[in-house]
């Protein structure tokens, strides 16, 4: 097995992007991230995308943005893991590079939420969950997060403003980053009075619908001088499951697709929790934040909100998280959000975001990509090379 | 339209069938081909008796669309008493009556109309139980 | 005038089941909203129920069902009938009833139909279980009166027309809670009240639904009724009437002979208001969760268009220990969440988002 590096970066910025379809979106940020790593073609392209087919009548991506990207007769397909689609694409490019079978593919996250209404793009993302038992009970993927967060409230005893902590460090961080959807700050009190969506997640706790692509260039370490771009090292890209139905969980509150996906990353790369420098996250609901943060070992259960008050999650804190804003401050475009996350650990490994954001001595990056609420789990570790 | 699933769907739907594995005696709800402890595909339908109570709850204010015309409502996940835990809607019960670990039984409503021409779907919720 | 109807074998009620949705609206809601509280004094009913917004005359009906199904103790897949007596079917094409089987476990071997006769239609399914037992075509029928009644926004019927009813399992008499003495069905074409196809509420010729439509065919059928079992309103310990109101019900009790204290129980309307195809096999469930072996007790409807079936039942000591098997229908009265009229007219249909 070869050792895999990442040695281009691309990015659109995060937006209601009406004026680009998802093949613009996808190859901007694809054709960035092969100019970055100074290549003019690749051995196959990894399109992780969730929601093509339900929200823009369009599935076969794989061709059509190899086509669009100037990549004639390059293999291209689609990869979908709901919310995780972007970190399974690269996962399956780095099992395409280290088995030798490929020496570069390029993986670009698209999504494109917004050509329909809200309620319509609420249904299409509850296809992530069980559409015999879930879905079709009226549950909505909110819901399904709601229904966590109540009993993670009432097994700890918590308050829910305890949660505000996650949101407004995303939002402070994402006042920096270009390419974030939200670049202004929020207040515990503004947190407080948000409205509810499915009680008691609110708007503040709830990543916001969006449009965007990512894209990097996997290729293997040995080969990195031939590159343009500055690389960094993919010490672990492991993949985690568990049942699609928070139901069918023993534990709800513990969701062992994380624990599974990190204990393998932690295997792989042979480090620990303690070694994590920054970590990115998937805050698709705050929530979701604190048990990834319990199942992937930086702190027991239940104690996730005083982890992180102890630890400190802003940039000059112990344990810096969502540097770039998060799901939450960035953006939530489903396929393309696990992309986004690796490309960000990167230039922070890389030291080129803005120096308000730019952790001091990191070596380390996590970046954690769950799809569905927990089913499908893609913990990436990054290091500076 | 989704007729057939709604056909497909109806032992489920309103009775809580599941399936009980012959061989370790595993419930599980949904009914599953492959037993999830010891594996077993040899396994029979399993009625649930439809009395549980309430793990944790949520009301739902931004609804999917089908869902759009009955919303807000309520969703809970229930454990029932034979030890499996189900998602389903709360019915007859208003937000601040509710409770984690209250008891809650099972009666069949409407699900959603499939717009004004489509099927009326028909299935299981809870609601707190009627004292007699 | 004919004699009175009685199957080839004895008959009865072996199980017996209500339903009443949670949810009521108060009169004064409609009379502030309608009226400026001009007819506060002259409220036909109290309050009335509502079904909630995912019930219909099929969840309810199941419930009912349920309950007597509990109270009788019999296997379903023995009940080789499923009628459902409404005027608010939730399809126009599809029947209730198979829906209703398939729920309870009766599929597949019975035969089923949904009944329509106005608020007569539960009593209808009724006499049509009682034929088919006695018949002996079949051991157990289940009969239902249902509805989730709509009236006009503004409407003289908008107080009443409310949600509710029961169900019976009819079987023979040795196993019976009731047996049934006799029935008498009255009808004649009198268009009192009716709604034609794809419209969403009925008309009503007003006054013209009592004397020649209300009074005339419940007097008609139970005065034949007495006749042929040779009995008087003094035989009876207990009587129940079509009950659009609470006092239609009261006047033709007087009318027909029977007290105050016959009719004590399953006057249901003032609270519930009128359940159509429900009301007065609602109001007999009432009746039998507080009579004693040996009462005789009569039931008459009221269909609009119209007719009315009466009928005659002793209650047998086996009533006793089933009541117990499932809610009272006076626990279902005593469910009550207010609601105001905003809520019931969305849940009714009629505001639209």
């Known amino acids: 097995m070869r050792e895999v590096a990442i040695v281009g970066l691309g990015q659109t910025p995060v937006r209601e992007h009406w004026e680009s379809n998802l093949r613009d979106l996808a190859v901007t ?29 369009q599935e ?33 490019a780095v099992k395409a590079v280290s088995s030798g079978l490929m020496d570069a593919v390029g993986v670009v996250g698209v999504e ?25 009970m009226g549950l909505s993927f909110v819901g399904i997060n709601a229904l966590l967060m109540r009993r993670y409230l009432y097994e700890y005893k918590l308050q829910k403003e305890d949660f505000s902590i996650f949101p407004v460090n995303a939002h402070k961080n994402a006042v920096h980053n270009p390419n974030a959807m939200f670049r202004h700050a929020i207040t515990n009190e503004q947190y407080a009075k ?62 062992r697709g994380v624990e599974r996906s990190a204990k393998k990353a932690y295997y792989v790369s042979g480090l620990s929790p303690k070694d994590i420098n920054i970590f990115e996250a998937h805050d698709a609901f705050s929530i979701i934040t604190a048990l990834s943060l319990e199942a992937s070992g930086f702190t027991e259960k239940g104690n996730a909100i005083k982890f992180a008050e102890r630890a400190n999650i802003g940039i000059n804190g112990t344990f810096p998280m969502n540097t770039s804003g998060g799901l939450k401050g960035r953006g939530h475009p489903v396929g393309a959000t696990g992309v986004y996350q690796v490309v960000e650990a990167a230039q922070q490994l890389r030291g080129t975001v803005a120096s308000p954001i730019q952790v001091e001595n990191n070596k380390i990056a996590m970046a954690q990509n769950i799809g569905g609420s927990g089913a499908t789990v893609i913990t990436t570790i990054l290091k500076q090379i | 339209m989704d007729i057939p699933r709604y056909w497909r769907l109806k032992n489920q739907r309103y009775r809580l069938q599941g399936k009980k594995c012959l061989d370790c005696g595993n419930l599980s709800f949904p009914p599953r081909l492959v037993c999830r402890k010891c594996k077993s595909r040899n396994c029979e339908p399993y009625e649930f008796k439809g009395m549980g109570t309430l793990y944790s709850y949520t009301t739902i204010f931004q609804a999917p669309d089908r869902f759009d ?38 009666v069949i409503r409407q699900i959603y109309e499939d717009g004004p021409k489509g099927p009326i779907l028909y299935g299981y919720k809870f609601r707190p139980v009627l004292k007699f | 005038m004919s004699s009175v109807m009685k199957p080839a074998r004895k008959v009865g009620i072996v199980g017996y089941g209500s339903y009443i949705p949670a949810y009521r609206l108060p009169a004064t809601e409609i009379s502030d909203l309608w009226r400026d ?53 939730p399809y126009a094409v599809k029947p209730t009833g198979t829906i209703v089987s398939q729920v309870l476990g009766i599929v597949p071997d019975t035969v089923s139909a949904d009944m329509e006769f106005a608020c007569k239609a539960g009593t209808e399914a009724m006499q049509a279980a009682f034929a088919f037992v006695g018949s002996h075509m079949a051991d157990y029928a289940l009969a239902i009166g249902m509805d989730t009644a709509q009236g006009r926004p503004g409407d003289a019927l908008e107080y009443t027309a409310a949600a509710g009813g029961a169900a019976y399992i009819i079987g023979p008499a040795e196993e019976s809670v009731a047996i049934l003495e006799g029935s008498y069905s009255y009808i004649t074409d009198t268009p009192d009240f009716f709604r034609r196809a794809y419209q969403h509420y009925p008309e009503h010729g007003n006054r013209f639904t009592g004397d020649p439509a209300y009074f005339k065919h419940i007097t008609s059928a139970v005065k034949n009724l007495f006749e042929g079992l040779n009995l008087t309103a003094d035989d009876f310990k207990y009587a129940v009437f079509h009950q659009p109101n609470t006092k239609f019900p009261q006047k033709v009790a007087k009318m027909l002979g029977f007290n105050k204290d016959q009719i004590r129980y399953g006057l249901l309307a003032p609270h519930v208001g009128n359940t159509y195809a429900g009301a007065s096999v609602l109001g007999l469930t009432d009746i039998l969760d507080n009579a004693d072996a040996g009462d005789r007790v009569l039931i008459a409807s009221f269909g609009s268009g119209a007719g009315s079936d009466a009928f005659s039942f002793v209650v047998t000591d086996k009533l006793k220990e089933s009541v117990g098997r ?15 009229y905003g809520k019931y007219a969305r849940w009714r249909k009629k505001i639209l988002k």
């Open chain 2, 69 to 106: 015309q009955m919303a807000p409502y309520m969703v809970g996940l229930i454990d029932l008493e034979e030890g499996v835990r189900i998602t389903a809607q709360l019915t007859d019960v208003l937000p601040d009556d509710v409770q984690i670990g209250m008891k809650l039984e099972m």
């Open chain 1, 194 to 255: 948000s409205k509810l969506i499915a009680d008691p997640i609110n708007l503040l706790d709830s990543s916001p619908i969006a449009d965007g692509a990512a894209a990097v260039i996997v290729v293997a370490k040995e080969n990195i001088s031939r590159y343009k771009g500055k690389a960094v090292d993919i010490l672990a890209c492991e993949v985690g499951t568990d049942t699609l139905a928070i139901d069918n969980r023993e534990d709800p509150l513990w969701l």
């Open chain 1, 29 to 57: 940020a694809l054709r960035d991230a092969m100019e970055d790593a100074g290549v003019d073609t690749v051995d196959g392209v990894c399109v992780g995308n969730m929601l093509s087919g339900a929200l823009s009548e």
């Open chain 1, 60 to 92: 076969h991506l794989g061709s059509l943005i190899v086509d669009y990207a100037g990549l004639d007769g390059v293999e291209g397909m689609k990869i979908e893991a709901a919310c995780g689609s972007g970190a399974a694409a690269i996962r399956m």
């Open chain 3, 37 to 89: 509280g001009q007819d506060k004094l002259f409220l036909p009913v109290k309050q009335k129920s509502v079904p909630g917004k995912d019930e219909d005359t099929a969840t309810m009906s199941i419930e009912a069902a349920k309950n007597a199904i509990n109270r009788a103790q019999v296997d379903p897949k023995k009940i080789r009938a499923v009628w459902v007596g409404s005027e608010s079917h």
């Open chain 3, 326 to 340: 499932a809610p009272l229908t006076q626990q279902y009265v005593d469910r009550a969440i207010k609601i105001n």
């Open chain 1, 112 to 136: 494109k939420l917004t050509e329909y209404s809200g309620k319509y793009s609420t249904a299409a993302l509850a296809t992530a969950a069980d559409a015999d038992y879930e879905t079709t």
